[in-house]
Nanobody
Framework: VQLVESGGGLVQPGGSLRLSCAAS????????MSWYRQAPGKGRELVAA????????DYADSVKGRFTISRDNAKNTVYLQMNSLKPEDTAVYYC????????WGQGTQVTVSS
């Protein structure tokens, strides 16, 4: 399993970013895909998840209405559209999937600062 995130960077408060995660090594369309984040000095938290079958989504309360998770099964890619970004969204963002084990990407840094 390989997960490769991209799209992070520095953005001003109120701005937007779209993260991408290219997946390989498993049947992408069959699994729930998730985004997590870890801020400095804090634990890793679930940001958003998207199931494979029903397309149901789950979001952390702190990002509801601002972030949107989506997937393109033809491209084996999951996305996280982040709007109205706040300084407290600053973190390393990780793509993740659980097949027989939990797998993580290398992470992409998102910094929200003026």
């Amino acid at each position: 399993v390989q997960l490769v995130e991209s799209g992070g960077g520095l953005v001003q408060p109120g701005g937007s970013l779209r993260l991408s995660c290219a997946a390989s090594g498993f049947t992408f369309s069959s699994y729930t895909m998730s985004w997590y984040r870890q801020a400095p000095g804090k634990g890793r938290e679930l940001v958003a998840a998207l199931t494979s079958a029903s397309g149901s989504t789950d979001y952390a309360d702190s990002v509801k209405g601002r972030f949107t998770i989506s997937r393109d099964n033809a491209k084996n890619t999951v996305y996280l559209q982040m709007n109205s970004l706040k300084p407290e969204d600053t973190a390393v963002y990780y793509c993740s999937v659980r097949t027989f084990s939990r797998y993580w990407g290398q992470g992409t840094q998102v910094t929200v600062s003026s």
